[in-house]
């Protein structure tokens, strides 16, 4: 499996560079390095098991995934409801916290397969040519009856923008792949 690297700029405040590499929890990272929000709730890696889940439990619902579990990993779901969403899962190595994955999936699943197959596809595409190291810029911009939400990953001269448009006659969403400047 071939993977991207990432580098994360804001173009919105003074730009930050974080390296996006996968990291393994031993030991812990500090608050105020690598964090999470699941949701309102801050985690990072190497938290106390009973730490995140006080955290979570002030604003989820927090239940076993599987009473067979022997990871002990847990659920987050919403307390509104019904319908209840799920917004990830924890998951502990001993008593710290491990891993968590946040569910970021729309309701509408067939609209949302759709989107991610082309998500998919125009990212393989860099890889076959590649392209493995990469920045990422984030930017909004709004008119009098429009609004507009980008997030560019520029590999070289080649990006691909992924962007969510708000405008008088409705809601959309776009990706374009562009080689060079204009």
């Not at 999936?105 to 493995?132: H, N, T, W």
């Amino acid at each position: 499996m071939s993977w991207i690297r990432l580098f994360v700029t804001s173009t919105l405040l003074a730009p930050i560079v974080l390296n996006t590499t996968l990291i393994h929890a031993k030991g812990g990272i500090a608050p105020g390095e690598e964090t999470i929000a699941m949701g309102v709730v801050r985690l990072w890696l190497g938290m106390e098991r009973r730490d995140v889940i006080n955290r979570l439990r002030s604003q989820y619902t927090v239940r076993p995934t599987h009473e067979d579990d022997p990871s002990g990993s847990l659920m987050v779901v919403t307390k509104e409801g019904p319908p209840f969403s799920v917004l990830g899962t924890v998951y502990f190595r001993g008593a710290r916290l491990s891993s968590v994955y946040r569910d970021w999936s729309p309701d509408d699943q067939e609209r949302a397969f759709e989107f991610a197959s082309l998500v998919y596809g125009v990212f393989s595409e860099l890889i076959k040519e590649g392209k493995s190291s990469c920045m990422i810029s984030a930017g909004a911009g709004q008119a009098p009856d429009s609004e507009q939400k980008t997030v560019t990953f520029s590999c070289g001269a080649k990006r691909i923008e992924v962007s969510t448009l708000i405008y008088s006659q409705g809601r959309g969403a776009m990706i374009t792949e562009m080689l060079g400047t204009p």
